[in-house]
């Protein structure tokens, strides 16, 4: 039994160990998959910059000369200024939810270290309590072999001392107690 709850723990640790390395491995490629993500934020937000930018040199004329020109050229500069700001908004929006998400993801994993903590702690007092359980139920079973031997070797002595008072009782009957008196 010993042997085979050896066995058992060597599996948990194994199969213990394995989860350990996927989780990890789980891990980094939230990493990587949260940088490119950042990546790819970032990469929309500078494309969606540069379609603003070639919309107003579209919407811009071509001499930019005369009242019409400047006045046509201003609000392109207003609106590609306004594009930019709502960007910029935008940008900084899903970088601070980033933030956020990666701030909640290390409290996640904090807790579930924590956890992994608790779970091997217990997991060590229940191999400690069950050891000492083995232990008692050894002790146990050797107490109560002895217990018996100890009846057994009892009951023996009483056999062989009623069969050697009856072999002593037949040879040398007992004496009288009280001899009859001498008249």
Do not use: Y
């Not at 490629?29 to 603003?52: F, M, P």
């Not at 050229?73 to 998400?101: F, G, M, P």
């Amino acid at each position: 039994k010993e042997a085979a709850w050896q066995g058992k723990e060597a599996e948990w640790s194994r199969e213990r160990r394995d989860w350990e390395r996927e989780r990890e491995e789980w891990v980094r490629k939230e990493e990587v998959n949260d940088a490119r993500e950042a990546g790819w934020l970032a990469k929309e937000a500078a494309w969606a910059l540069k379609v603003v930018e070639w919309a107003a040199k579209e919407q811009a004329p071509e001499g930019g000369s005369g009242e019409n020109g400047h006045m046509a050229k201003s609000a392109t500069d207003t609106e590609l200024a306004t594009r930019c700001v709502e960007l910029e908004a935008e940008v900084a929006a899903a970088r601070e939810a980033t933030a956020v998400a990666l701030r909640e993801k290390e409290e996640a994993l904090a807790q579930e270290a924590e956890l992994r903590e608790q779970i091997d702690a217990a997991e060590r007092e229940v191999f400690v309590v069950t050891t000492r359980l083995k232990a008692s139920e050894r002790e146990l079973r050797c107490a109560l072999r002895t217990r018996d031997k100890a009846h057994q070797t009892n009951e023996q002595a009483g056999v062989k001392l009623a069969a050697d008072a009856r072999a002593i009782a037949v040879t040398n009957p007992p004496a009288l107690t009280n001899p009859p008196a001498v008249t």
